[in-house]
């Protein structure tokens, strides 16, 4: 089955202690995004990778980070936690044609609690 | 500065009446816009891209229009029952994808 996942699905944790979220796609997908979904702000980028080893910033990219070493996977990664960072995150892939990306598939969400 | 707009309020309809969508832009000129369904806690699913060649769009019960002059797309279920009722994003490619906020829709018997 065509899918995105992400792991762990919730996950409540303290200040400035290290986390990071996985993802992954088995449709061989070039593009790969994570988003953050807030209250009345909708879904914003984070950051963004068009194929492996390539990553560039999204909207809000302050207090992440990311890696693109295989095309399936592209964790998140939260160095040091801030409770502003608590938000409902989504990873997304999708094919690559010549004028931009196409449908996106999203994963089910990661629901992060920073206290 | 470039701006999404969609209903903020919730959109009330009953079943088997159409409900249409509104998405507006500003200062964006987008290459196609793209039409997803989320329902709460869940990730969004994707319903139908549009490019900006195209007037309208359909598929099944949803119809899709892009205005480049308006800038606006109206998004259409016709036929509308309870289990269309979840939120509708809107999203525009520029040189990427932006969200608008999102209308909830509610469908009741």
């Known amino acids: 089955e065509a899918q995105v996942t992400q792991n762990p699905r919730y996950l409540i944790t303290v200040t400035g202690k290290k986390l990071t979220v996985t993802c992954s796609q088995n449709?061989?997908?070039?593009?790969m995004s994570w988003y953050r979904q807030d209250p009345g702000l909708g879904l914003r980028q984070i950051y963004y990778?068009?194929?492996?080893?390539?990553?560039d910033k999204g909207d809000v990219p302050e207090g992440y980070k990311v890696s693109r070493k295989e095309k399936r996977n592209f964790p998140l990664i939260l160095e040091s936690p801030s409770p502003n960072q608590t938000s409902l995150y989504f990873c997304?892939?999708?094919?690559?044609?010549?004028?931009?990306?196409?449908?996106?598939?999203f994963g089910p969400g990661t629901r992060l609690t920073v206290t | 500065s470039q701006k999404i707009e969609q209903n903020s309020e919730a959109l009330n309809i009953q079943e088997g009446k159409t409900a249409t969508l509104t998405c507006n832009y500003t200062?964006?000129?987008?290459?196609?816009l793209q039409w997803y369904r989320q329902d709460p806690g869940r990730g969004p699913v994707f319903l139908l891209l549009?490019?900006?060649?195209?007037k309208e769009k359909r598929k099944e019960r949803l119809k899709v229009t892009f205005d480049t002059t308006l800038k606006q797309s109206l998004f259409h279920i016709t036929a509308s029952q309870p289990a269309d009722s979840a939120t509708y994003l809107c999203?525009?490619?520029?040189?990427?994808?932006?969200f608008g906020t999102g209308t909830r829709l509610q469908v009741f018997p």
């Open positions: 549009i490019r900006e060649n195209e």
């Open positions: 200062n964006y000129s987008p290459a196609y």
């Open positions: 997304a892939s999708s094919l690559l044609g010549t004028s931009g990306m196409y449908e996106q598939y």
């Open positions: 449709m061989n997908h070039e593009y």
């Open positions: 999203a525009l490619h520029t040189d990427k994808l932006i």
């Open positions: 990778s068009m194929n492996v080893e390539v990553t």
